[in-house]
């Protein structure tokens, strides 16, 4: 059995090729030659893939949006966004109360608290 083998670009310089290679011993030694010459550790370079946009598609619009951009400028985007959730939190709370009231289910309260977010972003309240 003739075969031939070539080794070229690998690094250490495997530039030889291997003609008329027989036996199991042969091929130990070929594989043990290609073994050396292969990194052992090969990092995964960075993805190129792009960040998710969670934007606003009303963002700048709206009428509370320039209230809220000037709100934001004046105490900073920390403090602001630490408001902002507490707001979104209490409004949250009114509408668990308004479901158990109305003896509305989950489905219908979570419909309630997207129906809400949209308004909010329509409104400006999340520019």
């Known amino acids: 059995m003739a075969i031939s083998i070539s ?10 090729s291997f003609h008329s290679v027989t036996g199991e011993d ?3 030694r070929i594989y043990g030659m290609l073994a050396k010459s292969v990194p052992k550790h090969v990092g995964a370079g960075k993805g190129v893939r792009a960040q998710p946009m969670m ?3 009303n963002e700048g619009k709206g009428l509370f949006a320039p209230v809220v951009v000037v709100t934001r ?3 900073g985007k920390k ?3 630490q408001l902002r959730g507490k707001a979104i939190a209490l409004h949250s709370c009114v509408i668990n109360e308004f479901c158990k ?3 509305a289910d989950t489905k219908q309260k979570q419909g309630l608290i997207r129906l809400a977010k949209k308004n909010g972003e329509r409104l400006g309240f999340l520019a």
């Open 7 to 16: 080794a070229t670009g690998f690094k250490g310089g495997l530039g030889s």
């Open 55 to 57: 934007k606003n598609v």
């Open 79 to 81: 403090r602001f966004n």
């Open 101 to 103: 009231s109305i003896g």
């Open 26 to 28: 042969s091929w130990r």
């Open 73 to 75: 400028q004046i105490v």
